[in-house]
């Protein structure tokens, strides 16, 4: 059995990709990442891959502010699809993915998420949650379809909110949590896929 190849798609920090990273380095994962995409060019994700040894590019979206043009996505799938990617992994990726990329990757996409979806789909789920006055928040790692946060869920974590939290203090509680379920979640699609756990 060999193990998952992997593809990364980001657009802020990458502190996720560091989790999957750190995760195969102390064997808790058998996977290998081997490739890193962000549609922003100073992303620190990309430096990241980089430092790892990771072949890391800039996708260029033609100055679309927020949407991901078909032709662009067309080439995200190739660029995928030519590094020999089983999964793509989507890690603080800002733009909504559609049929190139599904298609081609048809039940092969996750992401991760900082709320317990259904609850608080969209931006700055950690901010929804407070807003809302709830006491408990958390993280979901779930397949991707057309929707946006929609798919089928894989692992999810709980997460409590204090009275004093604010978004910053939230968001990093949350994502101590998206550090430790990612790669379980990988680990769980990778063994259902039939590759080396
Ligand atoms: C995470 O909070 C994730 O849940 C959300 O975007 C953030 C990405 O953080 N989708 P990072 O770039 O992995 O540090």
């Not at 490739?35 to 891959?49: E, G």
Request: aromatic share 6%; proline share 4%.
């Amino acid at each position: 059995m060999r193990k998952i190849r992997i593809g990364v798609l980001g657009s802020g920090s990458g502190s996720n990709l560091q989790a999957l990273l750190d995760a195969i380095r102390s064997d808790l994962l058998q996977a290998e990442i081997v490739l890193v995409l962000s549609d922003v060019a100073d992303a620190r994700i990309l430096q990241r891959a980089k430092d790892a040894g990771i072949p890391a590019e800039w996708i260029d979206c033609f100055g679309n502010k927020n949407r991901f043009p078909e032709a662009v996505q067309q080439h995200v799938a190739d660029r995928l699809v030519d590094a020999g990617v089983d999964l793509v992994c989507l890690a603080g990726f800002m733009r909504l993915i559609k049929s190139p990329i599904l298609q081609r990757f048809s039940e092969r996409i996750i992401n991760i998420h900082p709320s317990l979806l259904p609850h608080f789909p969209g931006l700055e789920a950690w901010k929804q949650a407070l807003d809302a006055g709830v006491t408990e928040t958390g993280c979901t790692v779930h397949f991707v379809d057309e929707g946006m946060d929609t798919g089928t869920v894989i692992l999810q974590a709980k997460v409590p909110i204090h009275s004093d939290d604010d978004s910053l203090s939230l968001h990093q509680r949350i994502q101590q949590q998206e550090h430790l379920i990612y790669p379980q979640a990988v680990r769980l699609v990778a063994a259902r896929l039939g590759f080396a756990v």
